[in-house]
Every structure is written in structure tokens, then in C-alpha cells.
């Protein structure tokens, strides 16, 4: 059997595995790999950007929190990095919109990125899931547009 599986692999090659499975928080998903934070940041806006949106904003988080910790006299750092990349869709926005106007809560899209203090070269990247309660079905299906489109950039920048 040793000698089987050996043969196939050499064949066919390695079996590729999805390295990077999302955990689903409830409200937040989140993905990590292993992967510098620069080269994390820039997968994700290369991501962004490759589906034909435009970033808006980059958020230095942990820059922030770093910052007030001082001076509020919180030294703990939490983490080695961290940022929040925004961008928007036009058609996607205004899909959503348009199914539910309360949805705008949820414009800009955004994807925080953040490698943990002592945890160097581990990188997650995290979003909160798009999802209004009792919404009709065409906002159930446009919200699931946008989930799927959350997934496609978190895992890409953690690759």
C-alpha cells in the first residue's frame, strides 16, 4: 500500500489542501496563514483591487492603539501590527442599498489585518459578516454576494 501511494504522488503530484479554513466567530470571520504582515496587506489590496474596487482608507490601528495606550496607561501591546484596509464597490453598494436600505451600515467594506504580539508570522485577517436579521430574499441574496466577496479578499491576503 506504502508503494501505491508513493506511486500515485509521484505521478500525480501532491494532493493540494486548503490551508487557510476561515473560523466563523458568529458575527466575525476570521482567517490566518502564515505570511508577513506586508506581504498579508498587500495580497489584500492586490485582491481588492484585481475585482475592480477601490480602496478608501487604511486604518493603522495598532499605531493608534499604541498611542492612547500611553496615555492612558495601558502598556500591554496587543499587537506587532495591525491595520484596516476600506474600499467600496459602486454596483455592489448600490445592490445592497437598493434590496435594503439599512444596509448601508455595512459601506465601506472593510478587512482588518493584525499579526499578534509574540506571534510573529502569523497573520489574520478578519471581517465582520455582512447580515440583517429578517431581511427579504433579495437582500439575503446580495448579502451573500458580499460574504463571498469578503472570503475571496481575507483568504487571499493570508495565502
Known sequence: ???????????????????????????????????????????????VTNLGMVISDELHLSEMLDRTGKDLGLTKRVYAQAETIAWCSASLSRKMVEAASTSLVFCPFAVSLYEREGEPGKVYAAFRKPWLGEAGDEARAVMEEVEAMYHEVAAAAVE
Do not use: R, W
Open 1 to 47: 500500500m506504502k508503494y501505491l501511494i508513493i506511486a500515485l504522488l509521484t505521478v500525480f503530484g501532491p494532493v493540494p489542501v486548503q490551508a487557510n479554513e476561515p473560523v466563523d466567530l458568529g458575527h466575525v470571520v476570521v482567517y490566518s496563514g502564515e505570511t508577513s504582515f506586508a506581504d498579508a496587506k498587500e495580497n489584500l489590496k492586490f485582491a
